[in-house]
């Protein structure tokens, strides 16, 4: 799994866990729902931290219980 990949699972996680939809994560974090979906699937290859910063404030979450997941042990190594 790479990086992407590991955050786009990540969201849905969080999402499933608050039994909210993607759109509503979007109306909640003030991205558009285009944004959020592009971060869920191939159209965005690097999904910023800006937006990843204000999807955790629409969950009232901070980046660290974002990425403190076991999700992201299991990235590859980007640089080959």
Do not use: H, W
């Given at each position: 799994?790479?990086?992407?990949?590991?955050?786009?699972?990540?969201?849905?996680?969080?999402?499933?866990?608050?039994?909210?939809?993607?759109?509503?994560?979007?109306?909640?974090?003030?991205?558009s729902p285009?944004?959020?979906?592009?971060?869920?699937?191939?159209?965005?290859?690097?999904?910023?931290?800006?937006?990843?910063?204000?999807?955790?404030?629409?969950?009232?979450?901070?980046?660290?219980?974002?990425?403190?997941?076991?999700?992201?042990?299991?990235?590859?190594?980007?640089?080959?």
């Amino acid at each position: 799994m790479n990086t992407k990949e590991a955050v786009a699972k990540r969201i849905i996680e969080l999402c499933r866990e608050r039994k909210i939809a993607t759109n509503a994560l979007a109306n909640l974090s003030g991205v558009s729902p285009s944004t959020v979906y592009s971060m869920l699937n191939e159209k965005s290859q690097n999904p910023g931290v800006v937006s990843i910063k204000k999807l955790c404030d629409g969950l009232d979450i901070s980046l660290r219980e974002f990425f403190d997941s076991p999700i992201f042990d299991e990235i590859e190594q980007e640089i080959k």
